[in-house]
């Protein structure tokens, strides 16, 4: 599996402010602990980029200049489509600020045991070839409070239910219309807008009702076993954890899990880094118009040996 050059991106409104003292990296919540875990993968041990987004506002804009604000857990849309749009990485892991690579052993390329013949080596635009690819959301097959079940009969549906908190994907124009497509939903089915109805239900959605919006899409599942990559199942450790909270008890839980990944502070008692993308506020489109003004501030943040420092360089030209 050849990713070429990769980048691990991570979004989360309360990265906007890693200085602060409530919510900023020294008083280590959970969202700069898994950045922390990540980048330290990420650039010293695996060779990539990472990127922290911090996405102020969510407000989606469609064709005629109709506007919708979304819940926060959207953003991962538009941060995508520019990380895509920017063609500075041919392979985008995409991991929720509760997500973190689960070995320092390997890279991404640990990720082909969990590739059907074709997913990476053709392109979306051949028989049987992938474009986007997400973990899977066992052992919960429910979505909408346990309202839909997933039906693995849909297209592309046979290897299990996905889950957005961990999404990997090619640089690609299959990828950007996927992006595409799943940004006008809260516009052509307004009730993915509300409370919990967020955009892994828009996601559920448009891959059961769409056969030609799934074509492109896979979930990571191992062809011998037929099992998916169960990222959210604590009982079944997987190259990526993803630790959901909900309550004080699942927030407990969450902070508990992403220490416990660094049981000595090892990665704490070095330096690390990360740019911090900060797109401005305003509405958003995807894929981004040629030629958009959009206010972009990316910055080298860096982070000394148990966050006794923390710089944020000024921002780099808009690319």
Not at 8 to 18: G, W
Not at 206 to 211: D, E, G, K, N, S
Not at 283 to 303: H, I, K
């Amino acid at each position: 599996m050849r990713v070429g050059r990769s980048v691990v991106v991570q979004s989360d409104t309360r990265y906007c402010n890693p200085e602060r003292a409530d919510v900023g990296v020294r008083a280590w919540p959970f969202w700069w602990r898994s950045a922390m875990i990540n980048a330290v993968w990420a650039a010293q041990r695996a060779g990539y980029e990472h990127y922290t987004y911090c996405v102020s506002e969510c407000v989606a804009a469609d064709a005629s200049g109709s506007t919708v604000t979304l819940a926060s857990a959207w953003c991962k849309i538009p941060v995508l489509a520019d990380v895509v749009q920017a063609k500075l990485h041919d392979t985008i892991l995409y991991l929720d600020s509760d997500a973190f690579w689960n070995s320092t052993s390997s890279n991404l390329d640990a990720l082909g045991r969990f590739m059907w013949p074709g997913d990476w080596t053709k392109s979306a635009a051949e028989p049987g070839g992938g474009s986007f690819f997400f973990g899977c959301n066992l052992p919960w097959n429910g979505e909408d409070r346990g309202r839909r079940q997933w039906n693995r009969s849909w297209e592309n549906g046979y290897r299990g239910p996905p889950n957005t908190g961990a999404m990997l994907l090619r640089r690609d124009a299959a990828s950007l219309a996927t992006l595409s497509a799943w940004w006008r939903t809260p516009f052509s089915m307004p009730r993915w807008n509300q409370k919990h109805q967020w955009e892994q239900s828009a996601l559920w959605e448009l891959w059961r009702t769409q056969p030609g919006f799934a074509t492109p899409l896979r979930v990571l599942s191992d062809p011998g076993s037929g099992d998916c990559m169960r990222t959210m199942d604590r009982k079944r450790p997987s190259l990526i954890a993803h630790v959901p909270g909900g309550g004080r008890s699942m927030l407990m839980e969450r902070e508990a899990h992403l220490q416990a990944a660094d049981p000595q502070n090892l990665l704490r008692a070095q330096a690390w880094s990360t740019t911090l993308v900060q797109l401005g506020r305003g509405a958003q489109t995807v894929p981004v118009p040629q030629g958009l003004s959009r206010s972009r501030c990316a910055q080298q943040l860096v982070v000394g040996a148990n966050a006794a420092t923390v710089r944020l360089h000024p921002c780099a030209p808009r690319v």
